[in-house]
């Protein structure tokens, strides 16, 4: 059978995007989503939230698509996607949940809901009705006191499981709607729903923000590096995709690929899909023989991708602090936040490389959002991945700056 690129051709084009395609590893995290899952089947309701965080590209996203195709194949939920862009309602959102699980209850929701508030749901499954702005502010518990016992014979019992992305920008200076929906779902107070988000690593400050900020045992996880086995056994299942249609060769061969490959990626997600990417791109040209493939030229490629990957995560944000924060940070543990704060301040005082845009009192935040912290461990944050300290150091001698710490070339 003749080699099709087109695959390998998709999986490049898509590979642009700022979310990884590679899933790999987070047996830890599974299992959290998993025993969440188990708890609410039980009827222990409350708090069983589960929360990954992290910085853009440690897969948030890939691990919710899995957990959410893992319920649905394995019967032991109905997952919905919990849609961030009608959030601001709580009938909103619980409608176009309900629209994903079964259309027909959605219809007597329709009717048992737009009696008692007079559009809510129905506003979302029938398009163009009037939105009520009253119903911004409304309590989710009552449309979910509605909604679950029509859902409940259709579930035979199970849980409904809502997947909420992007969990930074659901909550906060959003109508209060929003947070009364997610901590609604979040009490249990209301019927068997669990809700696993992922966000950001301020996610947790926003969560806060509306009241929550205790999670259950173990319902809270950061995001980090792959082991090593967890990359190779990911390049190991690229290669042998069959959708691809790779002639991989003498197992010589694929090992060396499978290896270097791995050791590319650093352990992290973004950069797996970014070696792929590279890795695709000489198939290709070698028309699907990975004997004929140019290996080197394919780490380049990668290489390339991740420093796109890097300036993307720096644009905006002053070289100089950056480089600033990651010299003061030990080998291990990261800093606190006040410690961070107090760079912060000096690198503002002393001016020397901080032209930009960014306002000071804006700067640790812009830090979470760009993914250049990350939370290692309660309330004390790290560089993401070790390749990206480097890659700043490097610009910033580059530049000719000193980061105000000495020993910076060290790490």
């Not at 086995?229 to 090992?255: K, M, S, T, W």
């Not at 990417?277 to 198939?283: K, N, R, T, V, Y």
């Not at 250049?372 to 560089?383: G, I, N, S, T, Y």
């Amino acid at each position: 059978m003749p080699f099709d690129p087109k695959p390998l051709q998709e999986f490049i084009e898509e590979g642009d995007r700022a979310s990884p395609l590679i899933f790999a590893g987070r047996a830890d995290e599974i299992e959290c989503a998993k025993a969440a899952l188990r708890s609410v089947e039980r009827g222990r309701l409350a708090g069983q939230t589960a929360l990954f965080t992290g910085a853009p590209g440690a897969g948030k996203t890939a691990l919710l698509e899995h957990l959410k195709e893992d319920f649905e194949r394995n019967g032991l939920a109905v997952a919905a996607r919990l849609p961030v862009e009608l959030i601001e309602r709580p009938t909103d959102a619980i409608g176009a949940v309900v629209m994903q699980i079964d259309p027909e209850i959605a219809k007597k929701a329709r009717q048992e809901i737009t009696t008692t508030y007079g559009g809510g749901i129905s506003s979302v499954i029938s398009a163009g009705a009037e939105r009520s702005k009253k119903d911004a502010g409304m309590s989710a518990m009552p449309t979910f006191a509605t909604i679950h016992p029509l859902l409940k014979k259709r579930l035979n019992g199970k849980p409904v499981v809502l997947f909420l992305d992007e969990a930074q920008d659901a909550v906060g200076d959003r109508p209060n709607g929003t947070n009364s929906l997610i901590q609604e779902l979040h009490k249990g107070h209301s019927g068997p729903f669990l809700l696993i988000a992922g966000g950001l690593s301020d996610s947790k400050s926003v969560f806060k923000q509306i009241g929550i900020s205790r999670f259950g045992r173990n319902r809270l996880h950061a995001l980090g590096l792959l082991s090593g086995a967890e990359v190779r056994e990911a390049a190991e299942d690229f290669l042998a995709n069959e959708e691809y249609g790779i002639d991989c060769g003498p197992p010589a061969i694929r090992q060396q690929w499978v290896e270097a490959l791995a050791d590319e990626s650093k352990g992290w997600p973004q950069h797996l899909t970014n070696a792929f990417c590279g890795a695709a791109e000489e198939i290709i040209k070698a028309d699907g023989s990975l004997g004929n493939a140019n290996l080197a030229a394919a780490l380049k490629s990668s290489r390339e991708y991740r420093e796109s990957y890097y300036k993307a995560r720096i644009e905006g944000v002053p070289l100089k602090l950056i480089a600033d924060i990651y010299a003061a940070m030990p080998d291990s543990g990261g800093l606190g936040y006040d410690e961070i704060g107090k760079v912060i301040d000096r690198a503002y005082r002393s001016r020397s490389g901080m032209s930009g845009r960014l306002p000071q009192e804006k700067a640790f935040d812009e830090l979470l959002h760009r993914g250049v912290l990350q939370d290692c461990m309660p309330e004390r944050f790290d560089a993401p991945i070790p390749s990206l300290r480097k890659y700043v150091f490097a610009l910033a001698k580059h530049n000719g700056w000193q980061p105000l710490s000495s020993d910076s070339g060290a790490r």
